[in-house]
């Protein structure tokens, strides 16, 4: 006999902050598991009831629930609906820059720093940050070489108040671990990669032919409080570099 499942109880959304809705959404259910107000074998309620009790849209909370799953959470089980298969989810504490996988690597980073300035920042970066267009943010480009070869090529925008930083810090420095120092621990992020082509000058930065293929990367992110620390829009050399996804079946 299926028991019902178990409603979860009103929880607060912050509207107004950066971070995703359905991030909030699936960190606010994992604290009721953590703490067993849902307990290991207990259903969750099905998407349209949960999304009417916590006022956020269908998606919202389809997306919140396929993120738990994707991390071993909960499990989707035909004719039995969602249930919790395990009290903690496990993820990275911190997010990694490339300089730090580098390192790990053993694959010998060095930084050249080819820009470092104050600048307005455009729509894109403005919308990124939660700032208003125009307002000034530290934007940075660098040049990323592991065993002696381009690797990457990076954008950085930084609000002003997040970080002081100088070329020397950048060169010897990975951005992420800047901002840990300074107090600006990155825990939350959203990142879409991509694909094109090098224009001529990229090519030509990254020791690549014109029109060789390149990996995109924009990532937005966040501390534990909302606040957006770092917007990056960075392309990788495909011959030199690939993206490692770790997924698990629904």
């Known amino acids: 006999m299926t028991t019902d499942p178990a409603p979860v109880r009103s929880v607060h959304l912050d509207r107004t902050s950066p971070v995703p809705l359905y991030y909030q959404v699936a960190t606010r259910l994992q604290e009721l598991i953590e703490r067993g107000e849902i307990g290991v074998g207990d259903r969750i309620e099905n998407e349209v009831d949960l999304a009417e009790r916590l006022g956020v849209s269908r998606p919202t909370t389809r997306r919140a629930i396929q993120y738990l799953v994707e991390r071993g959470m909960l499990v989707r089980k035909r004719g039995v609906g969602t249930q919790v298969v395990h009290p903690k989810v496990r993820r990275p504490v911190e997010l990694s820059s490339l300089y730090d996988d580098l390192v ?13 300035r104050v600048v307005p920042a455009s729509d894109e970066v403005a919308t990124a ?15 990323r070489f592991a065993g002696g070869e381009p690797l990457a090529l990076m954008h950085n925008a930084i609000p002003l108040d997040v970080l002081d930083v100088t070329e020397a810090d950048l060169a010897a420095h990975g951005l992420y671990e800047l901002l840990r120092r300074a107090g600006h621990v990155p825990r939350i992020a959203t990142q879409v990669i991509g694909a094109r082509s090098a224009t001529a000058a990229e090519a030509r930065t990254l020791d690549e032919k014109r029109g060789a293929s390149l990996l995109t990367m924009t990532r937005t992110a966040w501390d534990t409080g909302g606040r957006a620390l770092e917007y990056g829009s960075h392309l990788y050399r495909a011959s030199r570099y690939s993206f490692e996804l770790n997924l698990s079946a629904g």
């Open 129 to 143: 940050l939660s700032l208003a267009p125009g307002t000034p943010v530290t934007w940075i480009e660098r040049l």
């Open 104 to 116: 790990a690597g053993d694959r010998a980073p060095r930084t050249e720093v080819l820009e470092l």
